[in-house]
């Protein structure tokens, strides 16, 4: 069955502030980072600089939620997937209330474009 990848990085509004579409076939999660151009930015520090203060300090490095197949980056936070201390229980409650954010972007895209639902249909 053909498919496609996509990577989308959105905010907690729903507003999208990156796509990348890949091909069908090897492009897993990791593969796809390689070649995101949003990505690329990142690594070569020229995205978009954000700042942002928790817990009485300042930071300078976006991060993204992912799962456990995106590398061992800073910028990714990854699921705490049995949180046992209220600490991380918290955090892992708050992690999937916006997880759900990012879910509900996908309802949106899926809702406007078609292709992202299902199989791409082949022509000759």
């Excluded at 009485?56 to 910028?75: D, M, V």
């Excluded at 509900?104 to 082949?122: D, E, H, N, S, Y």
Aim: hydrophobic residues 40%; aromatic residues 12%; positive net charge.
């Amino acid at each position: 069955m053909p498919i496609i990848i996509l990577e989308v990085v959105a905010s907690y509004d729903r507003w999208i502030w990156h796509t990348f579409f890949g091909l069908p076939g090897s492009l897993k999660n990791i593969n796809v980072i390689d070649l995101s151009p949003g990505f690329q930015e990142l690594c070569e520090d020229r995205a978009p600089k954000c700042e942002y203060v928790a817990n009485e300090h300042q930071y300078n490095i976006r991060y993204y939620f992912s799962n456990g197949i995106h590398p061992q980056w800073a910028t990714f936070v990854k699921i705490i997937p049995l949180p046992q201390r209220p600490k991380k229980k918290l955090f892992a409650q708050r992690q999937e209330s916006v997880r759900k954010d990012v879910k509900r972007t996908f309802g949106v895209l899926q809702a406007r474009f078609a292709i992202v639902c299902g199989p791409a249909r082949l022509m000759d």
